[in-house]
């Protein structure tokens, strides 16, 4: 495939994900799920509230990976690092200027002090090296002209929630992301296609997985429904038989 000047930069500046498989925050549970993606995937659900750029998740993941690979964290620091790399993300890609965001229990009360908040800023800013501008996907699938609409936003969503598609390099998600779309005026290597039909795969196991819990949810339901209706009709036998005693 040729490559336009602007994607040959993007492939310049881009640098390698700096990712260790055999971290403990990589593997998977016994349900196929690491704790990477869970902190994710909460970065992800807090940031809902914003409306802030996909370039910023995505900035946001790469710190978060780049620390995890640098550093060793106990999980009670996982939330303050998390929220703090999204922090940062916004402070550099968001044109609105934003304080730190910080995170609080049920009762109001601040989960981290002021001084750790600035000091896991100061360890991810150094851990980047003083670099907080980094290639993502979307930059990518941009210099191609694909328009980053809601289909595409999902798809680019799906792939930094899970860890065993994201370890991949941008400009092969990029790509992947065009194959799925099955754009067939571009011819892709065997490569591409076979990590396009890991992403589709991955996302069919994820629809069926949804599936599965709405179905036990409904299943659940329909059973509490049954055993509300059994007692409410026990409740109007005994009613109707203290009318009969009554009666007698």
């Given at each position: 495939?040729?490559?336009?000047s ?16 055999l ?11 690491c ?20 370039k ?20 009670e ?58 290639i ?32 991949y ?80």
């Amino acid at each position: 495939m040729l490559y336009s000047s602007q994607i040959r930069d993007l492939l310049i500046r881009e640098k390698s994900k700096p990712i260790n498989k055999l971290n403990e925050f990589y593997q998977n549970d016994s349900q196929g799920i690491c704790r990477r993606d869970i902190l994710v995937q909460w970065i992800v659900a807090q940031a809902s509230q914003f409306r802030h750029s996909l370039k910023t998740i995505e900035l946001t993941v790469i710190y978060i990976d780049t620390y995890l690979n640098y550093f060793k964290i106990t999980q009670e620091y996982l939330q303050l690092l998390g929220i703090s790399a999204y922090s940062l993300a916004t402070k550099y890609n968001e044109t609105e200027a934003m304080a730190q965001i910080k995170l609080y229990d049920s009762n109001g009360q601040n989960l981290y002090q002021n001084v750790e908040y600035d000091e896991m800023e100061e360890q991810i800013i150094k851990v980047m090296g003083f670099q907080l501008n980094y290639i993502t996907s979307s930059d990518y699938l941009l210099a191609m002209n694909i328009e980053i609409n809601e289909n595409v936003q999902s798809l680019l969503m799906f792939i930094l929630l899970d860890f065993d598609i994201y370890q991949y390099s941008h400009i092969e998600l990029a790509l992947a992301i065009i194959a799925y779309l099955q754009d067939e005026q571009i011819q892709f290597t065997d490569k591409i296609l076979k990590l396009s039909q890991f992403i589709h795969n991955k996302i069919l196991r994820a629809q069926e997985v949804e599936i599965g819990k709405q179905q036990n949810e409904d299943s659940k339901s329909k059973i509490r429904n049954q055993q509300i209706n059994k007692k409410i009709t026990k409740n109007k036998g005994l009613t109707h038989q203290r009318a009969l005693k009554q009666k007698i």
